[in-house]
């Protein structure tokens, strides 16, 4: 009697143990930032989250995407020789994003147990590139002028061949060199550190779909709780 209470106690331990599905693949990206402070995937994304955000494209019809590249004049100019993807703010209440919206939710509780990131909010939009379209080195965030820690870009395109361009390209902090060529393909996953590395999105020669998005803090920075996008 007493010997199959023990058991089942042990049961109950284990089970009770036993990680989310996701664990494993949220302990890889983990391990990436912790290292490197970037991560990159491939086939990485679980299929149920790929679905999610296919039925929210296609929900999306080519409609709402608006340039990337805003303002008038010079700032317009200038903005258009940066990039030239055309975007839409995802809507976390938009209910085919859901399983998208709780996985990052899953790993940015994830994360800040691992890493101790104290990431707070979680903002994405979708891109679409034309072909010729690119998004020249850039970063996403400046010390002290964004709350955006991490990067995540996930990809959507199925059958990306080699040479249809559209590379993600991830430069070193510290000598500019070339860390990291990342091809568009399908749920593969890109992430880092937002204020730390130089990327840039090569000219494209087929449609190209992305979502890119940022883990971020909830500090006042310049005295506005939240910078706008
Ligand atoms: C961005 C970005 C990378 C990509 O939107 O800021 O860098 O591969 N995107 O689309
Ligand atoms: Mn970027």
């Keep these: 009697m007493s010997t199959n209470l023990l058991i089942k106690d042990q049961n109950l331990q284990l089970s009770a143990k ?71 703010w995802m809507e976390e209440t938009c209910p085919s994003a859901s399983a998208w919206f709780d996985w990052t939710h899953h790993l940015k509780t994830f994360l800040n147990q691992r890493l101790i990131l104290g990431l707070f909010s979680f903002e994405c939009h979708l891109s679409h590139y034309r072909p010729g ?10 010390k002290g002028e964004s709350n955006r820690v ?19 390209v991830i430069y070193s902090p510290e000598d500019g060199s070339e860390l990291l060529k990342v091809t568009p393909e399908f749920a593969t996953l890109a992430l880092f550190l937002s204020e730390e590395f130089p990327h840039e999105v090569l000219p494209t020669h087929r449609d190209r779909y992305t979502v890119a998005g940022w883990f971020r803090l909830n500090s006042s920075i310049n005295d506005n709780i939240d910078p706008p996008r």
């Design 150 to 168: 991490l990067s995540l870009v996930v990809y959507l395109n199925r059958g990306w061949q080699p040479d249809q361009g559209g590379e993600l």
């Design 133 to 142: 379209d690119f998004y020249r080195k850039h970063l996403d965030a400046f």
């Design 18 to 88: 036993a990680p989310p599905p996701d664990d494993k693949l949220f302990e890889r990206i983990a391990r990436g930032i912790e290292t490197d402070g970037y991560v990159h995937l491939l086939a990485a994304l679980p299929e149920v989250i790929t679905d999610s955000l296919l039925d929210y494209l296609a929900e999306l019809d080519g409609h709402n995407f608006r340039s990337a590249n805003t303002g008038r004049g010079v700032a317009r100019a200038h903005n258009r020789f940066v990039r030239r993807d055309r975007i839409h």
